[in-house]
T-cell receptor
C-alpha cells in the first residue's frame, strides 16, 4: 500500500534550524514535493526533488534519498511566520500518463519566540 | 500569474440541497485536481482531469460529481451530501506530465463546506 509518514508536531525556537523528516513507501515515484500550509489557507509550494541529493532555496533546503525512501525539509533562521503545517507529497505517474500526488500525514511546526 | 481561483470561499448547505463548487486557472495547465481536506489532516485526492477528461476517480461517492467544461474551468457538483462531507475542498492545477521539468502543482484557497 501507499504510506507517507511525517512527525505529527514539532516545536522550535525563533532563529534556530529545524529538520522535518518524511519517509515513504509508494508503488511509483516521480518526484517528491514539500508544501507549506497555514491554517485555513491553501498549500504553497516550497521545494521539489526528483534526484538524490540536496536542493537549496534560500532558508529552505530539501534532501532526497530514493533508495531509502526518505526526504527531509530543512528550515534555517526560523521566523514566527514559519509556524505552519508542512506537507510532504510523492508524485506518481499512472498508466494513462496522469500525475497523481499523494500527501503525507503533515507536520505542524510551532515556532516560539 | 500562478493563481487558481475557487468560489465560493464558504458554503453552508442542507443534506437535500444541490450546489456547485467552481475552480478557474489561466496558466494553461491541462491537469486539474479536486482534493478534500479535513481539519489537521493532509489533502486527500478525489478526482484528476487531464486534457478535460476524467483520468482518476479515487472511489469517490456519486453524491460528488466533477465536471471540466473547458481547459480553464473545473466544477464539483454536490447533491445529497452528509454532515461528514463537511471539509475544505481544494482545487489544484499543474502542467500535464512530460511538460516543464518541475511540473509544480498550484492550489486554490479552497471552499470551506459545512453540511447541516
Amino acid at each position: 500500500g501507499q504510506n507517507i509518514d511525517q512527525p505529527t508536531e514539532m516545536t522550535a525556537t525563533e532563529g534556530a534550524i529545524v529538520q522535518i523528516n518524511c519517509t515513504y513507501q509508494t508503488s511509483g515515484f516521480n518526484g517528491l514535493f514539500w508544501y507549506q500550509q497555514h491554517a485555513g489557507e491553501a498549500p504553497t509550494f516550497l521545494s521539489y526533488n526528483v534526484l538524490d541529493g540536496l536542493e537549496e532555496k534560500g532558508r529552505f533546503s530539501s534532501f532526497l534519498s530514493r533508495s531509502k525512501g526518505y526526504s527531509y525539509l530543512l528550515l534555517k533562521e526560523l521566523q514566527m511566520k514559519d509556524s505552519a503545517s508542512y506537507l510532504c507529497a510523492v508524485r506518481e505517474e499512472d498508466t494513462s500518463g496522469t500525475y497523481k500526488y499523494i500527501f503525507g500525514t503533515g507536520t505542524r511546526l510551532k515556532v516560539l519566540a | 500569474d500562478t493563481e487558481v481561483t475557487q468560489t465560493p470561499k464558504h458554503l453552508v448547505m442542507g443534506m437535500t440541497n444541490k450546489k456547485s463548487l467552481k475552480c478557474e486557472q489561466h496558466m494553461g495547465h491541462r491537469a486539474m485536481y479536486w482534493y478534500k481536506q479535513k481539519a489537521k489532516k493532509p489533502p486527500e485526492l478525489m478526482f484528476v482531469y487531464s486534457y478535460e477528461k476524467l483520468s482518476i476517480n479515487e472511489s469517490v461517492p456519486s453524491r460528488f460529481s466533477p465536471e471540466c467544461p473547458n481547459s480553464s474551468l473545473l466544477n464539483l457538483h454536490l447533491h445529497a451530501l452528509q454532515p461528514e462531507d463537511s471539509a475544505l475542498y481544494l482545487c489544484a492545477s499543474s502542467p500535464p506530465s512530460g511538460r516543464a521539468a518541475k511540473n509544480i502543482q498550484y492550489f486554490g484557497a479552497g471552499t470551506r463546506l459545512s453540511v447541516l
